[in-house]
């Protein structure tokens, strides 16, 4: 018989993870700080809960996806949080992408109290989480793992498993500074081609054909030239990664005062640079509608 599993956090991401459990047969509670989201999920079957509490109550593998590390505390750690409705040996895999020091801190309260915490950031964005073609990185007890891998296996094509859970959230940050880099150099590749009356259709042909491409490349690319700016990932929360990317990068500062290792260590002139771009934007409190229109005003 299948797990009875709960969800926690429908936005963007989790609403379509949450339908592809639910359609795979898992018993599925909900909860969503916005109720309404909820409705069509409930619709189909799944039973509403209060607060996350409620869903560890019901549930034997509770997910969540969640906006940041500060929604994660309080959804597992808070009065109403999943800490204090979860049965002992019951697992908590979030999926969000969050602070590493937060998942290291979950995995060990809820060991503590004879739980599983695993984080399993994500890599794909909305198509892939309608297909359950999302790549996770899983981090945390094998045990627990286990009895989370058939829900898994349902959201992710491909799993890497990794021992502690704040290994996980840091490969996920490995990635995201790959996602902001490319974002921002293809979008400047191409206001750049137009202005110099290259046609931009052609500059996507050349990193099609070349080893400069990425898949990524293509489909943004062709966004961008469509003038299709609905967003699947908001600024917000990239600006949040870059963010996440940055605290762990200064905890390894200490590196770079090492004579051996200086010469050549490369890390920190690519992090700067695109949490520059991203940071100024965001530190006007700018919402995605003004940085796309500030963006089409400049180009
Ligand atoms: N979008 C992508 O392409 C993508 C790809 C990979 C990973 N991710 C990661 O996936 C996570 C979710 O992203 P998303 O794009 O789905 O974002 P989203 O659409 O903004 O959804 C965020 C979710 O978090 C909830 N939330 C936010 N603040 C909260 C709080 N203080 N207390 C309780 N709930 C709160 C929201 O509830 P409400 O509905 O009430 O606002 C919503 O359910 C993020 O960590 C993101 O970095 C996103």
Avoid at 234 to 260: D, E
Wanted: hydrophobic fraction near 40%.
């Amino acid at each position: 018989m299948k797990s009875s599993v709960g969800f926690i956090g429908l936005g963007m991401m989790g609403t379509p993870m949450a339908a592809r459990l639910q359609k795979a047969g898992f018993l599925l509670a909900v909860h969503n700080r916005t109720k309404k989201k909820a409705s069509s999920l409930v619709e189909e079957g799944a039973t509403w809960c209060e607060s996350p509490k409620e869903v560890a109550e019901k549930s034997e593998i509770v997910f969540s996806m969640l906006s940041n590390s500060e929604a994660l505390f309080e959804c597992a750690l808070g009065s109403n949080g999943v800490l204090r409705g979860a049965r002992k040996g019951s697992v908590h895999v979030d999926m969000s992408t969050v602070s590493p020091a937060i998942t290291k801190e979950l995995g060990n309260r809820y060991r503590d109290a004879g739980c599983f915490f695993l984080h399993s950031p994500v890599l794909g964005s909305v198509p892939q989480a309608t297909d359950g073609s999302l790549l996770l990185f899983v981090g945390g007890n094998e045990g627990g793992f286990l009895r989370a891998e058939p829900a898994l296996k349902t959201l992710g094509s491909r799993i890497w498993r990794f021992d502690q859970p704040e290994q996980a959230s840091h490969m996920k940050l490995l990635c995201n500074m790959f996602i902001a880099g490319m974002g921002t150099t293809l979008a400047q590749a191409l206001v750049f081609a137009e202005k110099a009356n290259v046609d931009p259709i052609i500059l996507l042909d050349v990193l099609n054909q070349s080893a400069l491409n990425a898949p990524m490349y293509q489909t943004k690319g062709k966004s961008m030239l469509d003038r299709n700016f609905a967003p699947h990932f908001s600024l917000n929360i990239c600006s949040k990664t870059s963010i996440l990317c940055f605290r762990p990068v200064r905890n390894l500062m200490w590196l770079f005062r090492q004579p051996k290792l200086r010469r050549g260590y490369f890390l920190k002139p690519p992090m700067l640079v695109f949490q520059k771009r991203i940071i100024l934007r965001s530190s006007r409190c700018w919402s995605d509608e003004q940085a796309l229109k500030w963006e089409r005003n400049s180009s």
